[in-house]
């Protein structure tokens, strides 16, 4: 059974950082890609940041603030969030796939979210 758990979220001031963690388990890690999407109610989901199998490759949505990362050894990926605006509130969700892809359909495997909230 493929489990994906986020950790990390939270409420934090503008400015302020945070970083999200994906722990996967019942896959072969290391065979997948993992991607970041955020969602707000009444929004699509949207891609946030995308790693390749061996983090050789990454897609930053905003790469000024957002840095995506994954430990093989931990089966974990993380997402370091910089310099958060209020516009960042969203539920962050991880997800893994075959390889990066901007769009959720190309991931096979959901978390249930982790939920972001930046106060102004």
């Known amino acids: 059974q493929v489990q994906l758990v986020e950790s990390g979220g939270g409420l934090v001031q503008a400015g302020g950082s945070l970083r999200l963690s994906c722990a996967a388990s019942?896959?072969?890690?290391?065979?997948?890609?993992f991607g970041w999407f955020r969602q707000t109610p009444g929004k699509e989901r949207e891609i946030v940041a995308a790693?390749?199998?061996?983090?050789?490759s990454t897609y930053i949505e905003d790469p000024g603030r957002f840095t995506i990362s994954r430990d093989n050894a931990k089966n974990t990926v993380y997402l370091q969030m910089n310099r958060l605006k209020p516009d960042d509130t969203a539920v962050y969700y991880c997800?893994?796939?075959?390889?990066?892809?901007?769009?959720?359909?190309?991931?096979?495997?959901w978390g249930q979210g982790t939920q972001v909230t930046v106060s102004s």
């Open positions: 019942g896959l072969p890690f290391n065979v997948y890609a």
């Open positions: 997800a893994a796939g075959a390889g990066i892809a901007r769009r959720r359909e190309g991931y096979a495997h």
């Open positions: 790693i390749s199998q061996f983090g050789d």
